[in-house]
C-alpha cells in the first residue's frame, strides 16, 4: 500500500463524521483538495486537518436541519455547546487553582493540620475534576437530542442546569466565594449559560419543534465550507 494510498483511507475515516448525505454529494471533491494539499510522503493527516474536518463535521452536523424558523431552540442549542466548554473550562480553573484554594484555607483555619488542608482541597477538585468531562458530555448528548426534537433531551437540559444551580449553592455554602474565587466565578458563568438554555428550551417558543407540529423550515445541507478544512503548512 502506497503512502498515497494509506493516508486517502485515513481522510476517508475523517470524513466519515459528515453527515452521509453531505459525504454523498462533497466527499470526492474534498477528498481531491485534501490530498492535493497534503506533503508528498505523508501517511496520515495531520492534528490541524484532522481538527478542522472533524470541527466542520460537528458544524455541519449542527446546521443541517436546523430548527432556523425558531430562535429559541437554535440559540438553546448553542449555548449548550457553550456549557459542554465551560464544564471543561471549569474543571481547568480548578486544577489549576489547586494551591491557591491551598493556601487560602490555611489563612483562614490556621487551626487546621495541612493534611486536613489537603483533604479538603482534594474533596473540593475531585469530583469537579471527574464529573466535568462527563457533564460536557453530556452537554453535547442534550445539544444534538434537542436539535432533533428528542423530547426527553428537553427535560434532560432543565435537570442538568438545575444539577449546575445545586452546585453553585453548594459552592456559596462552603465559602467558595471567598476562598476559591476563580473556581466560583467560572462556576456561575456555567449556570448563568445552562440556565439561559433551559429556558430558552422550556419556552413556549419552543413547543412546535417537539411537537413536530409546525417545527419549522429546516435548513438543507450547506455547501463546501467557505473556508477550506486545512491550514496551509500542514
Not at 466519515?16 to 494539499?37: G, K, N, Q, S, W
Not at 501517511?43 to 455541519?60: E, K, S
Not at 440559540?75 to 466548554?85: D, N
Not at 491551598?102 to 474533596?123: E, M, N, W, Y
Request: charged residues 15%; proline residues 5%; hydrophobic residues 50%.
Amino acid at each position: 500500500m502506497t503512502d498515497q494510498t494509506r493516508l486517502e483511507h485515513r481522510y476517508r475515516r475523517l470524513l466519515a463524521f459528515y453527515p452521509r448525505t453531505f459525504c454523498a454529494e462533497h466527499e470526492e471533491e474534498m477528498l481531491v483538495v485534501l490530498l492535493a494539499c497534503a506533503r508528498d510522503g505523508r501517511r496520515r493527516a495531520g492534528v490541524a486537518d484532522a481538527v478542522n474536518l472533524l470541527v466542520n463535521a460537528l458544524r455541519v452536523r449542527l446546521r443541517s436541519g436546523a430548527p432556523r424558523s425558531i430562535p429559541a431552540v437554535l440559540w438553546g442549542v448553542r449555548l449548550m455547546l457553550v456549557c459542554a466548554v465551560l464544564e471543561l473550562v471549569a474543571a481547568l480553573t480548578v486544577l489549576v487553582t489547586g494551591g491557591v484554594l491551598d493556601r487560602a484555607i490555611a489563612r483562614r483555619f490556621p487551626q487546621l493540620p495541612s493534611g486536613q488542608v489537603s483533604s479538603l482541597v482534594g474533596a473540593h477538585t475531585l469530583p469537579v475534576l471527574v464529573g466535568a468531562p462527563i457533564a460536557a458530555g453530556l452537554w453535547l448528548l442534550l445539544a444534538w437530542a434537542n436539535h432533533r426534537g428528542r423530547r426527553w433531551a428537553r427535560a434532560g437540559v432543565i435537570a442538568l442546569a438545575g444539577l449546575s444551580l445545586l452546585s453553585l449553592l453548594a459552592a456559596i455554602a462552603n465559602h467558595a466565594a471567598t476562598l476559591a474565587v476563580a473556581d466560583f466565578v467560572s462556576g456561575a458563568v456555567l449556570c448563568t449559560v445552562s440556565l439561559t438554555a433551559a429556558g430558552l428550551i422550556a419556552s413556549h417558543t419552543a413547543d412546535p419543534h417537539y411537537s413536530g407540529k409546525g417545527g419549522g423550515s429546516r435548513s438543507a445541507l450547506p455547501a463546501w465550507p467557505r473556508h477550506s478544512p486545512l491550514v496551509s503548512g500542514n
